[in-house]
């Protein structure tokens, strides 16, 4: 399977990624390049091969139903959590004008 | 006297504890040393020399006490610019998480500091560890403290991701260094630059605090002189972290107090798939000095196949990107790091920039290409559709190599194999190729997608007089034997090259 230049826009376009007209010309060979590489994994017979799911089995675990069972990740943080945002206000993250 | 910075991790926590000389003094000239060498190396993306001189205050007051001192008393060491460090910013080498200052520690540096290392600074990477030359940092390239024996002075590349990590150990300007390995990355810039290190079993190092890549690959591990002061530093990072899903809650193995090298009784794998057609000569013949030398420590060798190893390379770069995808989502420019707010109108249809115009903008400024290649590839192999065809099929073939792994298990003990195909090459005579830097992790991919522990020793120098490092390869949980075979080469190989001081 190869990609052509709409399909890339498309993609980038769901990744978030803005990409102009040069770019995304860059990138349309660059990609098929790496899928014509990847595809002769469709020759590997896999069949009654169940895809991986965990590396190292292990088991998951639940913490203690507690408020703040972790200090650093429970609440009561704001300030620390505000503190890298690029535009905080209020005490809130503030993102541009979503609805018009 | 021996500088204090040709010390390792072991003889400096000894020289502390013993009273030879103070953490201070230790502190003092690995500092130094990083001053006056990382405006050549660019090893460095940030130096906190006051972070190592107040630890080693620490220790000093502590050895006064009368206390007993960690196991990396003492040790000023660089942490890969991957793990989140209080109040020092931790950038992942890009340009998105530029100033971003975390307000809490990762799980391995707090223990290393617990440990009583010190850090020296944060350490250049390739950019959100993609990459196997660190020629994709927004920070500028490494450059390798190793030339080539030719009398030129072409810049090298120290291997990637971690080649902040290995060309601080190479030069001498840390003792040690933490790495991270997601498709080869402690191995394959160890091997570049004449350096020891080991990516333990997946889940033995907490994952906490560290920026994600692809986790179902990530492991932290050390990278050091020699294989004792691997087990040492391993033994500081290791351990149950409930922060951490993955986490294996499993106690420590005092792997340091267990270093054997006799191999009595233990078989060694030869996988015959990794010998390639024009395999490059003096990795060949490395690779048959490394059999000869384990088979003097006593080790039966035998030949193993691992059958699903060429397609190791071609699954990882599906399950990595697609990972990567998922994870590098969450820089929105809305809670750290970058933000760009394009101008009005350039939106769609919209007066002002809305959100989603806020997202494509800042994420196309603040990754590099390489990153965007990844989450491009990762969107793509998970998007509907296509979905069976790439990921589902990549985890079956990630399921037949650990298969193939376990099966040749069933008959050896450990693995032999080179870390890498070739010696260290030139900074660019890669990264215009994306799939030709890709094929450096060949031998090293393979046992990340299985979660298996492997190691890289420096074997020798190659015709070019650049290092060559062997990997070992062992069972899960099982890192004393990779350890263990480990020292037995390093006893044999001697190897005491180090580059010469340039910069």
């Known amino acids: 399977m190869s990609v052509d230049k709409e399909t890339v826009a498309r993609i980038a376009n769901l990744a978030r990624i803005r990409m102009d007209d040069a770019a995304l010309d860059r990138m349309v060979p660059e990609l098929n390049n790496i899928l014509a590489w990847v595809e002769q994994l469709g020759e590997v017979d896999c069949s009654g091969v169940e895809p991986m799911t965990a590396v190292i089995p292990n088991t998951l675990r639940l913490r203690d139903d507690v408020v703040n069972a972790d200090p650093l990740t429970g609440g009561g943080v704001r300030d620390a959590v505000l503190a890298n945002a690029p535009a905080p206000e209020h005490g809130f993250f503030g993102v541009p004008k979503v609805i018009e | 006297m021996t500088e204090l910075t040709d010390l390792g991790i ?115 990477l390739d950019q959100f560890a993609m990459g196997s030359s660190n020629e994709t940092s927004y920070f500028g390239n490494v450059i390798s403290p190793w030339r080539r024996a030719d009398g030129g002075n072409a810049p090298l590349a120290p291997g990637g991701s971690s080649g902040g990590s290995s060309a601080a150990v190479a030069a001498r300007i840390a003792a040690a260094a933490t790495g991270t390995d997601t498709g080869g990355s402690i191995r394959q810039p160890a091997a570049f630059t004449g350096i020891t290190g080991i990516k333990p079993t997946y889940g033995r190092c907490s994952r906490w605090g560290v920026v994600a890549f692809a986790s179902s690959l990530d492991q932290a ?102 990972e990567a995808s ?43 290409d390489e990153v965007k290649r990844r989450i491009l590839i990762g969107t793509y192999v998970l998007s509907a559709g296509f979905y069976d065809a790439y990921y589902t099929q990549a985890q079956k073939v990630r399921a037949l190599i650990a298969r193939d792994f376990e099966r040749a298990f069933e008959r050896c003990d450990v693995i032999l194999a080179p870390t890498c195909p070739t010696a260290a090459f030139g900074l660019g005579e890669k990264s215009a190729d994306p799939l030709a830097m890709y094929l450096n992790d060949v031998f090293a991919v393979p046992a990340s997608l299985a979660g298996l522990p492997a190691m890289s020793v420096p074997a020798g120098l190659n015709r070019e007089g650049l290092p060559l490092g062997l990997q070992l390869i062992g069972r899960a949980f099982d890192e004393q034997s990779v350890l263990n075979a480990g020292l037995a080469i390093e006893q044999r190989a001697g190897f005491n090259a180090k580059p010469e001081t340039w910069w």
């Open chain 2, 10 to 124: 072991k003889a400096i926590r000894d020289g502390v504890v013993g009273g030879s000389f103070t953490a201070v003094e230790v502190a003092e000239a690995f500092n130094a040393a990083v001053a006056a060498a990382n405006p050549a190396l660019n090893a460095f993306i940030v130096t906190t020399p006051d972070h190592a001189l107040d630890a080693a205050r620490r220790v000093d007051a502590q050895r006064s006490a009368g206390e007993t001192l960690g196991a990396m008393a003492g040790v000023p060491i660089g942490m890969k610019d991957l793990f989140a460090t209080k109040g020092v910013q931790t950038t992942a080498a890009s340009h998105i998480l530029e100033g971003f200052v975390p307000p809490y520690e990762s799980t391995v540096s707090q223990k290393l500091w617990d440990a009583g290392a010190g850090m020296l600074g944060k350490l250049n």
């Open chain 2, 221 to 322: 591990g050390p990278m050091a002189r020699d294989v004792t002061d691997c087990a040492i530093m391993l033994g500081a990072m290791a351990g149950f972290d409930p922060k951490d899903a993955t986490s294996l809650d499993l106690p420590v193995p005092d792997w340091a107090g267990a270093l054997n090298a006799d191999l009595r009784g233990v078989k060694v794998g030869i996988p015959r798939e990794y010998r390639m057609d024009g395999m490059d000569a003096d990795v060949a013949a490395s690779w048959d000095q490394g059999i000869a030398w384990l088979k003097d420590a006593g080790a039966e060798v035998i030949d193993i196949s691992l059958p699903h190893t060429h397609h190791a390379l071609p699954a990882y770069y599906i399950i990595a990107p697609a």
């Open chain 2, 326 to 368: 998922s994870n590098l989502a969450r820089y929105d420019g809305v809670r750290y790091g970058l933000r760009e707010l394009p101008e009005p109108g350039s939106g769609s249809g919209t007066s002002g920039a809305g959100l989603q115009d806020m997202y494509a903008a800042t994420r196309a400024a603040g990754f590099g």
